[in-house]
Nanobody, 120 residues
């Protein structure tokens, strides 16, 4: 099994920055080929895709975070980061790490989530 653990959430002021990290552990095979994503879910709203990065390094972002957030993977450490800048109160949410690939049988695996709160 593959397990994901997020860290780095917390409180930030509007306009500030935070960096989230997600570390994968367990029965990992070819981490460098796995799809890695960050989702978020605000209170009372559906979970939404924030950013993704493929094994080849291609990235994709939600329109609401383009130019402010950056997703990056570290295959040597089985990690994926989400660097968040110019934070807005509407970025407040629980952020979840997600992966799928050969190691997961191409089934999705979620982390437990980390709370990001942005104050105005």
């Amino acid at each position: 099994q593959v397990h994901l653990v997020e860290s780095g959430g917390g409180l930030a002021q509007a306009g500030g920055s935070l960096r989230l990290s997600c570390t994968a552990s367990g029965s990992i095979f070819k981490f460098n080929t796995m799809l890695l994503c960050w989702y978020r879910q605000a209170a009372g709203k559906q979970r939404e895709l924030v950013a993704s990065i493929t094994g080849g390094g291609s990235t994709s972002y939600a329109d609401s975070v383009k130019g402010r957030f950056t997703i990056a993977r570290d295959n040597a450490r089985n990690m994926v980061d989400l660097r968040m800048a110019s934070l807005k109160p509407e970025d407040t949410a629980v952020y979840y790490c997600y992966t799928e690939g050969l190691s997961t049988g191409y089934l999705g695996v979620w982390g437990q989530g980390t709370l990001v709160t942005v104050s105005s």
